[in-house]
């Protein structure tokens, strides 16, 4: 009989639970040393980017209209699916999401369709961040909105059962909760909602882009990931993971949310235009 895997661990090192321990990074991010990625600021030719989202939780871009944005001051570039240069992969395919490594099985501005409230349906660039966060208002996207599916109580709501649980094998057993909770002496069942609660980041999702050479890429990327950001960017790219280098130094708090290259972080940077960077 096989031997029952361990769940906890039982002989924790002596003088070691319980007891206070420094942070390699802590006297740095509370002394306001620490770099965050968006900090990267005095970069050659830096300009800034800014998202232009979907009001509409569900639906399909009609028109975009970007004349009143693109005679605004100081902007570069207006990006949107119609002009967006090609990627070599993106997640969109299931063999290309798996060559990624990306966690998103959906990559913005690669269609039509919106999927999610504030999915990104344009990129502006501008010469400072204000011009570009102004210049984004003045974007006009039209949208024939669809009935999303906004609770797991909906009735179509699709279902998902994974084919296997956790990430280490042999540490994980699967029963079936319905004939336990069917067979239970005591049965209790309620319905909870609460308020939606965020965290308190010491620094936001950002990414500073500089191409060092054409064919050399450094990302400045708020991420837990930095070889997945690496292989992910350089698929999207086209390039070889040894012409893309990720650099984190310090992350202002990721709460599982900065793993990797997600749908409006770590947004492909292409070969250098007049711009560098954001």
């Not at 990074?25 to 005095?42: H, I, P």
């Not at 950002?206 to 054409?214: D, I, K, L, N, Q």
């Not at 708020?222 to 292989?231: F, I, R």
């Not at 999207?236 to 409006?264: E, H, N």
Request: proline residues 9%.
């Amino acid at each position: 009989m096989d031997k029952e895997p361990t769940f906890l661990e039982t002989n924790a090192a002596p003088g070691v639970v319980g007891q206070p321990l420094s942070r390699v990074d802590g006297r740095a991010k509370v002394t306001g040393a620490a770099t965050y990625s968006a900090e990267y600021n005095q970069l050659p030719g830096l300009v800034h980017a800014v998202l232009k989202t979907s009001d509409v939780a569900r639906g399909r871009v009609t028109s975009i209209d970007t004349s009143a944005a693109q005679k605004a001051p100081g902007v570069v570039a207006i990006f949107t699916q119609q002009n967006l240069p090609k990627l070599a992969k993106t997640p969109n395919a299931p063999v290309d999401k798996v060559a990624l490594g990306a966690p998103m099985g959906f990559m913005p501005m690669t269609s039509d369709q919106i999927f999610y409230a504030g999915q990104p349906v344009a990129v502006v660039v501008a010469d400072t961040m204000e011009h570009a966060q102004y210049a984004a208002t003045l974007v006009k996207v039209q949208i024939a909105p669809e009935t999303p599916v906004a609770s797991y109580r909906t009735l179509h709501a699709p279902q998902y059962t994974p084919e296997k649980v956790g990430r280490v094998k042999g540490m994980t057993k699967r029963g079936d909760a319905q004939a336990a909770f069917a067979s239970a002496p005591v049965q209790l069942a309620a319905t909870y909602t609460h308020a939606t609660l965020h965290h308190n980041y010491l620094e936001p999702g950002a990414t500073t882009a500089h191409w060092e050479t054409p064919n050399r890429l450094t990302v400045y990327e708020a991420t837990q990931g930095v070889l997945e950001t690496q292989k992910t960017l350089a698929g999207m790219l086209g390039l070889s993971q040894d012409q893309v280098r990720v650099v984190c130094k310090y992350i202002g708090g990721g709460f599982g949310a900065k793993p990797g290259c997600g749908p409006t972080r770590c947004w492909p940077a292409w070969p250098p235009r007049p711009w560098a960077g954001r």
